[in-house]
């Protein structure tokens, strides 16, 4: 069955430091999406590519959050400089044809010290 | 008010219950809605959808929308241990409906 990956599974780093988590999703998937998910809270949008632009970045940090999806397949979301408060979930999800139907990665956890 | 409202639980039930987790949605122009289940550390599985009104069923569990109301329930029949997950209702909007609008996601717990 296809999946979403995502990498790394966890990742801990100290405040002012750069972080970059990757996502590859289901093969032939033109949509892909990055989530952020708090503890106890639902995942929030932070930025839809379709195949390689940007649709939606309203709820991307820009002055610290950057993605790219260079050649319309993974992607790469970076943040940089990392701050306590983005601790979280950071999920990746794709879809195909039937947009509203999203497949989600297994996601990063984010401890940021 | 937020967009989706879920009701954040912890919900216990036994082994074998009928559960029913409920969303309630602000805007009348929503027109498909999702359940997610979330284990544990684990990203969100997609369970059923539905679109506009009526009930939709799955095995065990069954997806209700009331648009009347603006209410959303899943049902689970015969719950099992291995249920207890977060479950997460969602709406697409935005422009061509893609971006996603979760609840907070209700914790339910299944003891044996």
């Known amino acids: 069955e296809a999946e979403v990956a995502q990498s790394p599974r966890y990742k801990i780093t100290e405040k002012s430091q750069a972080v970059a988590f990757w996502c590859d999703p289901i093969?032939?998937?033109?949509?892909l999406y990055w989530y952020r998910q708090i503890l106890g809270q639902g995942p929030e949008l932070l930025v839809q590519?379709?195949?390689?632009?940007?649709?939606?970045d309203s709820q991307l940090p820009k002055d610290r959050f950057s993605a790219e999806r260079l050649k319309g397949v993974d992607s790469t979301l970076k943040i940089q400089p990392a701050e306590l408060g983005d601790s979280a979930m950071y999920l990746c999800?794709?879809?195909?044809?039937?947009?509203?139907?999203?497949?989600f990665g297994p996601g990063t956890r984010l401890t940021v010290t | 008010q937020k967009e989706v409202e879920q009701d954040p639980g912890p919900l216990s039930v036994p082994e074998g219950a009928i559960v029913s987790l409920n969303c309630t949605y602000s805007?009348?122009?929503?027109?498909?809605f999702m359940w997610y289940r979330q284990y544990s550390r684990k990203g969100p599985e997609l369970l059923m959808y539905?679109?506009?009104?009526g009930n939709k069923e799955d095995g065990r569990f069954t997806a209700q929308v009331d648009k009347s109301s603006k209410y959303i329930s899943l049902f689970i029949r015969d719950s099992q241990p291995s249920d207890s997950a977060t479950y997460l209702c969602?709406?697409?909007?935005?422009?061509?409906?893609?971006?996603?609008?979760f609840g907070t996601g209700t914790r339910l717990l299944v003891s044996p």
């Open positions: 969602a709406t697409p909007q935005g422009t061509g409906f893609q971006k996603l609008v």
């Open positions: 805007n009348s122009a929503f027109q498909y």
């Open positions: 999800a794709s879809s195909g044809q039937t947009s509203y139907e999203q497949y």
């Open positions: 590519f379709q195949d390689e632009s940007v649709v939606d």
């Open positions: 539905t679109y506009s009104s």
């Open positions: 093969s032939g998937h033109a949509t």
